[in-house]
C-alpha cells in the first residue's frame, strides 16, 4: 500500500504527508535480474505565488519501471528507477498536459528496503527542474511487488510560473526475471 495527502488551502505547500506499508517478504532472490512495472499517482501542490495555476491542488498519474539487480554483490548499483507518461489534471480532474519523466539515479537495497536516493525531471538542456527522493520496498513472496513513494518539489514544468510540490504513490509487480 501507498498513500499521499495535501492540501492547496495554505500559503506554499500546506500540510502533506506519505506512508507505504507491504506484506513481508518471503525468499527475496539472491541473484538474477527483474523489472516491475505499474501505476503510480499523485497530489500535486501549487505554491499560489506564480501565474495560471494560483495556488491548489492538482493530481498526476503515470507508469513506474524499476530494474533491480539482485546479482549486484554490494547492493551498491542495484535499483534503477523510472516514471513515465506523466500527465497533470487539475483538481476537478480536467488535463493540463503532458509533463516530463523522471529518472532515478542508481541505488542500493538493504534486505527488502530499498534505500532512499535522488529523482528529478527529465528535461533536456535545462536544470530548472523538479527534483526529490525516491523510496520503495519490497513485498510478498520472492519478492514479487514493490511499494514506493515519490516526493519533489521545483518548478511546474507547464510554465504556471508556480513551483510545485508532488507527492506520488506507486504499486508495482514483476514483469520479468532472469537468472544466469
Given at each position: 500500500e501507498a498513500g499521499v495527502v495535501g492540501t492547496g488551502n495554505y500559503q506554499k505547500f500546506g500540510y502533506g504527508g506519505?506512508?507505504?506499508?507491504?506484506?513481508?517478504?518471503?525468499?527475496?532472490?539472491?541473484?538474477?535480474?527483474?523489472?516491475?512495472?505499474?501505476?503510480?499517482?499523485?497530489?500535486?501542490?501549487?505554491?499560489?505565488?506564480?501565474?495560471?495555476?494560483?495556488?491548489?491542488?492538482?493530481?498526476v498519474t503515470g507508469t513506474a519501471f524499476l530494474r533491480v539487480d539482485f546479482d549486484d554483490f554490494d547492493d551498491g548499483g542495484a535499483v534503477d528507477a523510472a516514471i513515465t507518461g506523466r500527465t497533470a489534471y487539475d483538481g476537478n480532474g480536467a488535463s493540463l498536459g503532458a509533463l516530463p519523466g523522471l529518472g532515478a539515479t542508481t541505488t542500493s537495497m538493504s534486505g527488502s528496503t530499498i534505500k532512499q536516493t535522488n529523482i528529478t525531471e527529465v528535461i533536456p538542456g535545462t536544470s530548472d527542474v523538479m527534483t526529490?527522493?525516491?523510496?520503495?520496498?519490497?513485498?510478498?513472496?520472492?519478492?514479487?511487488?514493490?511499494?514506493?513513494?515519490?516526493?519533489?518539489?521545483?518548478?511546474?514544468?507547464l510554465g504556471s510560473g508556480d513551483n510545485v510540490q508532488e507527492r506520488g504513490g506507486f504499486l508495482l509487480d514483476r514483469i520479468t526475471y532472469v537468472t544466469p
Open positions: 506519505s506512508m507505504m506499508r507491504a506484506t513481508p517478504v518471503t525468499g527475496l532472490p539472491a541473484n538474477g535480474e527483474a523489472t516491475y512495472q505499474g501505476n503510480y499517482a499523485g497530489i500535486r501542490v501549487y505554491d499560489g505565488t506564480g501565474g495560471t495555476s494560483g495556488g491548489g491542488l492538482g493530481f526529490g527522493t525516491l523510496r520503495a520496498m519490497f513485498s510478498g513472496p520472492e519478492g514479487k511487488e514493490i511499494t514506493g513513494i515519490v516526493i519533489l518539489e521545483g518548478p511546474d514544468a
